[in-house]
């Protein structure tokens, strides 16, 4: 069965720290896809990354990155110099390969960032 | 840039009433879905919906629940009669294609409370 762990419940920083938000998944499938949705407070879900399991390559966008690693099934998002926009509660999720592609979400990670 | 928009963004209603949950997808998208976080909980999959079928639902997805796309553009979950735990974000997602080369792009939100 497939499953989403996000362990971190709760991060605090103060701006221009650097946070790795975890994600751990389980899956039986081959083929499958990662993602990390952001909640700001407004209550949304803003897509950040999609990853599918056949492309391990990490990936960079301006102060966000995302470190795939399937030998330990995790796809971990690190926030750096963290800004006070940046809280939120993260959400990683996973897909496996199928008719409907249905999003298993993690219990989510809320950052705080202070000034 | 196009967006899923649902409405209402709050719906208020008494227990045992229907209520129906509106929503206008990405026009061209071809998958939808319907998901749900109870206040400070993940996000929970209830149902998708491709080439005007039920594709998949979970177990949430009871006989209380339904799901229409009546007119080509709008995509509608009814609850036929409420309950003190439907009370939700009810979220609806649109997306273009299979997961392996799209993401899913979500609505705002419809929050429900019954009272």
């Known amino acids: 069965a497939q499953k989403v762990t996000q362990a971190q419940t709760e991060i605090s920083v103060v701006e221009k720290e650097d946070v790795t938000l975890d994600c751990v998944y389980e899956t039986r499938d081959t083929t499958y896809y990662l993602f990390w949705y952001k909640q700001p407070p407004s209550g949304e879900l803003v897509f950040l990354i999609r990853?599918?399991?056949?492309?391990?390559q990490n990936e960079i966008s301006g102060r966000y990155s995302w470190n795939f690693q399937k030998s330990t099934s995790s796809f971990n998002f690190t926030i750096t110099a963290s800004q006070v926009v940046d809280s939120a509660v993260y959400f990683c999720?996973?897909?496996?390969?199928?008719?409907?592609?249905?999003?298993?979400f993690g219990t989510g990670t809320r950052l705080q960032v202070f000034p | 840039e196009p967006e899923v928009t649902q409405t209402p963004s709050h719906q208020v209603t008494q227990m045992g009433q229907e209520v129906i949950l509106r929503c206008v997808p990405i026009s061209n998208h071809l998958y939808f879905y319907w998901y749900r976080q109870i206040l400070g909980q993940k996000v929970e999959f209830l149902v998708s919906f491709y080439n005007n079928e039920i594709s998949e639902k979970s177990e949430i997805f009871d006989d209380q629940f339904s799901v229409e796309r009546p007119d080509g553009s709008n995509f509608t979950l009814k609850i036929r009669s409420t309950k003190l735990e439907d009370s939700a974000m009810y979220f609806c997602a649109s997306r273009k294609g299979v997961a392996m080369n799209t993401e899913a792009f979500f609505g705002q939100g419809t929050r429900l409370t019954v009272v």
């Open positions: 990853r599918n399991s056949f492309d391990e």
């Open positions: 999720a996973l897909s496996e390969a199928g008719n409907t592609d249905k999003l298993i």
